[in-house]
């Protein structure tokens, strides 16, 4: 039977630019001071989607992931974000970890995480919010 693989339907560019909506609703933000008078700063060297900024009041560098769950983890950004469409799914761990072709225990893992809220900074910005915003706009 032929099968697709969801990994490699998705792009890069598509997945931070979903991150950037999820996190800074009112436009780049810096996590640190939470001015608004941000300045880009190139790209990642290794992930060229990834954005990097700077901002113009307490001079801090930081990228789109900075002080989100997706940084520091080894999953690439695209498998977090397929977990995040599948949830929407209501789709198992286990049918997740199918799809993904994850181990389970590592799916749990992000799904527990997803839940908790993709801003570790701002807990109060998590996934159901963001996903009714997501419905109210479609209407
Ligand atoms: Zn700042």
Known sequence: MLSVNLTHLID????????????????VCCPKCQSLGVIKRGKDETQPARQRYQCKTCNTNFDDLTDTIFAGHHQPLRMWILCLYLMGLNLSNRQIAQELDLDKDVVQDMTTQLRAGIDQSKPEVNLLEFRLKKEKKAE
């Open 12 to 27: 890069d560019e598509k997945c931070y630019e979903t991150v950037r909506q999820m996190r800074w609703e009112r436009g």
